[in-house]
């Protein structure tokens, strides 16, 4: 027996039927005939019969349970990426190091609490294959996070072992700090400081970061939140002499980072290292007025000029910066200016009001916008009169989007162009911080910060290389 399907024209009209048919024989004939027509049977049962048929094997899905099996998909790929840094490596093959890959992949995937990673996001992932680890709840998350930071010395400089397959390393490394506030405060190393949050009466830690020229994380580290910035320079150079056993150092950081004190050690007989940073608009102007730089050098091609101590100073302008610098500083006038004449106004409009509250208003204002050396104010029968200043405008404008990058490394070994270049490889760190900060860290208590020092150097490498 065959199923046999077969299609006609009428018209305009299609007309399509299933049978089934047999084959016998009248004498030496083969012949053909009917058994049933199928055509109004349902397609499946059509498609079951015509196997059984050819002596195949059909299935019933009635009565079959479906279920979806764990996720393993993303872990594998963390796990494959882990791998090729060597993050895997250096953790180890212990049960710790196992738990501390869950915690990476947990953070990553579900950033949420270890309650949640312990008692329901593992519920969904294929962790016992993946990871080869079972039987672990909360606290034994917790108590990883101990081990990560006991261990993170030694985990930082295995990775940068594989990284570089040498311990004699020649390397430019890019370092800076951010800072990060907590809503409790109680937190040993939370304290009160600088906050770039702009979190009034919040507490903060302080993190430093450092990377290698190409982005790759190094170390990471976690100050007190009153730690001003220089103040955490001398530490990681300690690290990279010691830990690292780097011989020689080329030490990148912003002007608020490196200062004399930072440059003196860099170059002290300890180190014999040299820097990259940049210098302030009022050492700029100092140089400016020594004759050492002038006004006419910075242009938007890259200058290079060399200084007294044969320290060199690169140059440039960026012209999109100074106009947006310069838009700024008409928009902060204009700001001032129509703050002025509402004063007036209600000092016209109230009799009684008190000229001096008005006059303490408007000095408050122009320091806020920070116009004191632009703008000045009279007071004349309750009428406030105010003078811009243009050539203090044009002044400041002189400088605006310029920038200096100081440095001692010499020419023959990091070039004008690959100097500057450097320098601005400081916005991998700032990204660094972006991805850890916005999209991947939520550093809360004591325990967190534990396991930031691991995580956040994870979640920065994966970010910036994959």
Same mark, same amino acid.
């Given at each position: @027996? ?17 049978? #089934? ?14 058994i049933?027509?199928?055509?109004k ?6 498609y079951?019969?015509?196997k059984?048929?050819k ?5 019933s ?11 393993f998909g993303?872990?594998?790929?963390i796990?494959?990426v882990a791998?090729? #840094?060597g ?13 501390a890959?869950?915690?990476i992949?947990?953070r ?7 309650? =949640? ?10 962790i ?27 985990i930082?400089?295995k ?5 570089y397959?040498?311990?004699k ?12 506030y ?9 304290? *009160?400081g ?6 009034? /009466? ?11 020229? =190409?982005?790759y994380p ?7 939140g ?7 320079v ?16 080329? *030490? ?6 490196i ?17 990259l940073?940049?210098?302030?608009? !009022?050492?700029?102007?100092t ?6 730089? +002038? ?12 200084? !007294? ?22 928009a ?8 002025i004449?509402i ?9 009684k009001?008190?000229t001096e509250?008005?006059? +303490? ?7 806020q #916008? ?24 044009? /002044? ?7 920038y ?18 450097r320098?601005?490889?400081? /916005? ?10 916005t ?6 208590? =004591? =325990? ?7 995580? @956040?150097? *994870?979640?920065?490498i994966?970010?910036q290389?994959?």
């Amino acid at each position: @027996m065959f199923i046999q399907r077969t299609q006609r024209k009428t018209k305009d009209k299609v007309y399509h039927s299933v049978v #089934l048919m047999e084959n016998y024989r009248e004498g030496k004939k083969v012949r053909h005939r009917t058994i049933a027509t199928l055509t109004k049977w349902p397609k499946d049962i059509v498609y079951d019969l015509e196997k059984l048929l050819k002596g195949k094997a059909v299935a019933s899905i009635e009565g079959m349970e479906l279920s979806n099996g764990k996720t393993f998909g993303a872990i594998v790929a963390i796990k494959q990426v882990a791998k090729r #840094l060597g993050i895997e490596q250096a953790l180890g093959n212990s049960k710790q190091a196992k738990l501390a890959m869950v915690q990476i992949a947990g953070r990553i995937i579900a950033q949420q609490s270890r309650n =949640y990673i312990a008692k329901q996001w593992v519920l969904n992932q294929d962790i016992e294959n993946v990871f080869k680890v079972s039987n672990f709840n909360e606290d034994s998350l917790y108590a990883n996070l101990d081990w990560l930071t006991k261990n993170q010395g030694q985990i930082e400089k295995k990775v940068f072992k594989h990284r570089y397959k040498s311990e004699k390393i020649k390397q430019i490394f890019l370092y800076d700090v951010t800072s990060s506030y907590f809503e409790g405060t109680q937190n040993e190393l939370a304290k *009160f400081g600088y906050n770039r949050d702009k979190k009034k /009466g919040k507490m903060q830690i302080v993190v430093g970061l450092m990377l290698d020229s =190409y982005g790759y994380p190094l170390t990471i580290e976690v100050f007190e939140g009153n730690t001003n910035d220089t103040k955490t320079v001398s530490p990681q150079l300690k690290k990279l002499k010691e830990m690292f056993g780097i011989e020689r150092v080329i *030490f990148v950081g912003d002007k608020g980072m490196i200062k004399y004190s930072q440059i003196e050690e860099i170059i002290s007989d300890n180190y014999k290292w040299d820097y990259l940073t940049t210098i302030t608009k !009022e050492q700029t102007n100092t140089l400016i007025n020594k004759g050492i730089l +002038r006004l006419s050098l910075f242009e938007d091609e890259i200058i290079e000029v060399e200084g !007294e101590d044969k320290e060199r100073y690169i140059l440039r302008k960026n012209k999109y910066r100074a106009q947006e610098i310069s838009t700024n500083r008409g928009a902060r006038i204009k700001k001032a200016m129509d703050f002025i004449q509402i004063k007036t106004k209600h000092l016209k409009e109230h009799p009684k009001a008190k000229t001096e509250v008005a006059m +303490r208003n408007i000095d408050e204002k122009i320091a806020q #916008l920070k116009l004191k050396e632009i703008i000045s104010v009279e007071l004349n029968e309750r009428v406030f009169n105010a003078g811009i200043d243009e050539q203090e405008v044009e /002044g400041q404008g002189q400088l605006d989007g310029c920038y200096v990058v100081k440095t001692s490394v010499p020419k023959e070994e990091v070039p004008t162009q690959v100097a500057h270049d450097r320098y601005k490889g400081l /916005g991998l760190v700032e990204f660094a911080f972006r991805t850890m900060k916005t999209t991947m860290e939520e550093l809360r208590d =004591y =325990y967190e910060i534990s396991w930031t020092k691991l995580a @956040m150097l *994870f979640c920065a490498i994966t970010r910036q290389k994959t």
